[in-house]
């Protein structure tokens, strides 16, 4: 089973990164922003996944919603800096800012409606939206540093290594990520 579940999750990583590279390099015909907003639309289901939803593979047990989808959106953001500038590049992230916690502020409002059930068996689940709002905001917080983090490290390891363009990527990724789950593990427990 932890070899399927391997492979699905390599099969997630590849698709995630064929859509997101294929709207980045089509950013010329369809606009930046159909890659943005794919980007953002991804935070809540990050989130959730990352709370929840945990596999087992054969080097352990992790969460694709922090493994495929916040990586990925964390180096689709290096890239977009890379491919672009820091104009560019700090759009997506005070977009996923701003949206987050507007998210945040508006569930904190409807969870004083009250409600009724329309159907049978289906009633609003508070306590988890109290929950997932709460990850979202250290989340968030957590992808804006990260985010200015990988970039101003990328810069700074230009100055050691040179144009090594994917030791750069993979140095970044691995200090900023890891940096990343040390702090949402923490929220999380």
Known sequence: MASFNAFLLFSQAAVYFAVMMGLL???????I????????????LETYLASVFYIELP???IS???????SGKLLMILLLYIRE?????RQPIYGLLIGNFLIVALVM????HETIVVT????PD?????????????GTILLFVDAIAIIVLYERLGDWIGRNLVLRFLICGAVVLTFDQAGFFLALH
């Open 126 to 138: 508070i306590a988890f939206v109290d929950e997932m709002g709460l990850l979202m905001v250290w």
């Open 59 to 61: 080097f352990g047990i």
């Open 85 to 89: 500038d820091a104009l560019v590049a």
């Open 109 to 112: 409002l409807l969870r004083n």
């Open 25 to 31: 390099r089509a950013r010329a015909a369809i606009g």
């Open 120 to 123: 049978e068996g289906r009633i």
């Open 64 to 70: 694709p919603g922090s493994t495929v989808l916040f």
């Open 33 to 44: 922003g159909v890659f943005m907003c794919a980007l953002g639309v991804m935070h809540f």
